[in-house]
């Protein structure tokens, strides 16, 4: 049971953050805009976030570890946005190919990052103390097997994931901005056509792309590291393809972060897990499997929606069929009245 318990807490390490900003990646391209720039923006809210943390602690403040981690993640949402506001005003308003100007921030955000610690720092690391780990939640730690397995050794930022999910199933699907955001996406002219300000709603979903993509990065450094290295090691990236898989819906994405995080978690601690430490398989091949299931899903669906295509145009050459064939009916019961 023990192992059990291991298991998922380790997995909710590595999946909240997917969770998070494969969801802030959902905002924005339901708003039709495509956010590539996801990994850069994790950079450099990690960047900032951590940097904050390191002074405040530095300077010997008596602030909570919790209040500090809070703090830190208001400050990886800002930076999130502003750094999004690039990619929202260059897709946007200059018409510029939106996976031009993601890669752009991706590609600038790394080397801003250890240009500035380096400037700052002297070195390109930012160290800071993980103390944020919650031993056990009061009460609720207590409870048999829910206790352990998510009141135990975990981080605020946890249950911070699920409160962006629930938040963000309800104003996707219960409110009037959800529904001008999705419409801004799907029918942009439909949607201009009764007042409703494109460009805006646009601006917005990508803003809460930049917010959440940016707690996300400050959310997988915490539990994972004692220190910042410029770096996320792919998770913007991986994000992208659990929103795929997800089908750009919060449930399926909730899915798809917790099956990614499982099998990144089987593949850094498969040695401790007696099972299948004794199957003797690489943990090469448990990193593959989600990238395999991606791949294989999006080809599924490539051919299903093909197919679909297929039967609508067959369909449509058969209504056309009938129609002309009821034309020449007709013509002929006129030529013969005539005669």
């Known amino acids: 049971m023990n192992t059990v318990y291991f298991l998922v807490q380790q997995t909710m390490f590595f999946s909240i953050p997917l969770l998070i900003v494969a969801l802030g990646g959902m905002f924005s391209e339901r708003s039709g805009v495509v956010n590539i720039a996801l990994e850069g923006i994790m950079i450099m809210g990690a960047f900032s976030s951590i940097l904050f943390i390191n002074i405040v602690q530095s300077s ?3 602030l909570p570890p919790q209040l500090l981690l809070l703090l830190a993640v208001l400050i990886a949402a800002a930076v999130g946005v502003l750094v999004s506001m690039a990619h929202a005003y260059a897709s946007i308003n200059m018409k510029a190919d939106q996976v031009i100007s993601g890669t752009a921030i991706n590609m600038f955000a790394p080397a801003f990052a250890i240009f500035a610690a380096r400037m700052i720092r002297s070195v390109q690391q930012i160290p800071f103390s993980n103390t944020f780990r919650i031993t056990k939640v009061p009460v609720l730690g207590d409870i048999p097997v829910l206790g352990p397995l998510l009141f135990q050794n975990t981080y605020i930022t946890t249950y911070l994931g699920f409160a962006v999910l629930a938040v963000s199933a309800v104003v996707l699907y219960k409110t009037r901005f959800g529904l001008r955001l999705r419409a801004c996406g799907e029918h942009p002219q439909a949607a201009d056509s009764v007042g409703v300000n494109v460009y805006r709603m646009r601006y ?4 809460i792309s930049g917010a959440l993509a940016g707690v996300g990065g400050l959310v997988f450094v915490v539990p994972t590291s004692t220190n910042f290295n410029a770096t996320v090691a792919g998770y913007g990236f991986l994000a992208l393809a659990v929103l795929i898989f997800g089908q750009w819906r919060p449930s399926r994405i909730l899915f798809a ?4 995080g499982l099998m990144k978690t089987v593949a850094s601690a498969y040695s401790g897990i007696p099972f299948l430490a004794n199957l003797g398989i690489p943990n090469d091949v448990y990193k593959m499997v989600p990238y395999v299931a991606t791949v294989s899903y999006t080809h599924l669906r490539a051919h299903e929606t093909g197919r679909n295509l297929v039967c609508r145009l067959l369909l449509e050459k058969k ?3 009938k129609t002309k064939k009821k034309i ?3 013509e002929k019961k006129i030529q013969q009245e005539h005669i």
């Open 60 to 62: 010997g403040a008596a």
């Open 204 to 207: 917005a979903g990508v803003a």
């Open 257 to 260: 972060a917790f099956f990614f």
């Open 319 to 321: 209504k056309t069929q």
């Open 328 to 330: 020449t009916t007709r």
